[in-house]
């Protein structure tokens, strides 16, 4: 058993991890949410768990770092700021961030890589993601991983890339990337990438139906980073799949 804290309990996340914890081996000992102090919780655990908003993130790897205890990430839509300043935790305690912690999504990280390199660049890519109604960021921090996956395949820079295209007329840019987010209904998530060529069309889809893949990633990178040496790792190293 690992005993967790959990920050962002009450959520759609925070339930559904706490409806597996036991059976993954996992104790929570801190449930908490918004105004919640997470101080007596952190004393308590072996690591802390975080599905809540971005602008909780940073301060819960402050008191991470002051207690010595190591963090899972998978809140997503960190502005710039957010994202370094929990960055600079990584110098004092093991850390696992993910956007996406099921292992098809991770998957499809690695094959959009590399149809990326294989398709040249006369094969545009599109980007669609489609989430529920209540999701707060868009694109998905999934979308903005698949955009970064493609950009580095491309050797792109994010300047040369636009994201999305309102109103667009006349010829596409090579190097653009659409990104098209949409919204609505209990959807749980869906990603495709396409690559549209010349006479053909490579599209490639993961669709998540139950929140528990992402549960299940997360209290498995719970398990994995309680002792690692300090560091920001990604999901790719719990689940093996660096190439
Ligand atoms: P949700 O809105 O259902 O739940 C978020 C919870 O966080 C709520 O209970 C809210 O009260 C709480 N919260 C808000 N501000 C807080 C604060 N300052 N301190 C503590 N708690 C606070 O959202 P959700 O669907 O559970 O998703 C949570 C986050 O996880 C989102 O950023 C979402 O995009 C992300 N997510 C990541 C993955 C992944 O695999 N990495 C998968 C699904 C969702």
Same mark, same amino acid.
């Not at 402050?62 to 190591?70: I, N």
């Given at each position: 058993m690992v005993k967790i804290l959990l920050n962002g309990a009450r959520g759609r996340m925070g339930q559904a991890?706490?409806?597996?914890?036991?059976?993954?081996?996992?104790?929570?000992?801190?449930?908490? %949410?918004?105004? %919640? @102090? /997470?101080?007596?919780?952190?004393?308590?655990?072996?690591?802390?768990?975080? &599905?809540? &908003?971005?602008?909780?993130?940073? /301060? =819960?790897?402050?008191?991470?770092?002051? *207690?010595?205890?190591? =963090?899972?990430?998978?809140?997503?839509?960190?502005?710039?700021?957010?994202?370094?300043?929990?960055?600079? *935790?990584?110098?004092?305690? /093991?850390?696992?961030?993910? $956007?996406? #912690?099921s292992t098809g999504v991770n998957l499809l990280f690695y094959l959009v890589g590399k149809a990326a390199k294989i398709l040249g660049r006369e094969y545009h890519p599109e980007l669609i993601e489609m989430h529920h109604c209540h999701k707060k960021d868009a694109p998905s921090g999934t979308a903005e991983h698949l955009l970064e996956i493609i950009r580095a395949a491309r050797g792109l820079t994010p300047e040369q890339e636009m994201h999305g295209r309102k109103g667009l007329?006349?010829?596409? /840019? @090579? @190097?653009?990337?659409?990104?098209?987010?949409?919204?609505? $209904?209990?959807?749980?998530?869906?990603?495709?990438?396409? #690559?549209? $060529?010349?006479?053909?069309?490579?599209e490639l889809t993961h669709k998540a139906s139950d929140r528990r893949i992402f549960a299940q990633g997360a209290l498995r990178a719970a398990h994995w980073v309680v002792g690692k040496p300090i560091g920001l790792y990604r999901i790719e190293d719990v689940l093996g799949l660096r190439d």
């Open positions: 991890i706490q409806a597996i914890a036991a059976a993954e081996e996992v104790e929570i000992v801190a449930a908490i %949410d918004m105004g %919640d @102090d /997470p101080v007596p919780g952190l004393k308590e655990c072996e690591v802390a768990i975080d &599905f809540s &908003f971005h602008e909780a993130t940073a /301060p =819960l790897a402050k008191l991470c770092a002051e *207690y010595g205890k190591p =963090l899972v990430i998978g809140t997503t839509g960190h502005t710039p700021e957010e994202k370094e300043a929990v960055a600079e *935790y990584t110098a004092q305690i /093991p850390m696992v961030w993910a $956007g996406n #912690f007329v006349g010829e596409r /840019p @090579d @190097d653009e990337i659409g990104v098209h987010a949409l919204r609505g $209904g209990d959807v749980v998530g869906d990603h495709t990438v396409m #690559f549209a $060529g010349p006479g053909e069309r490579i």
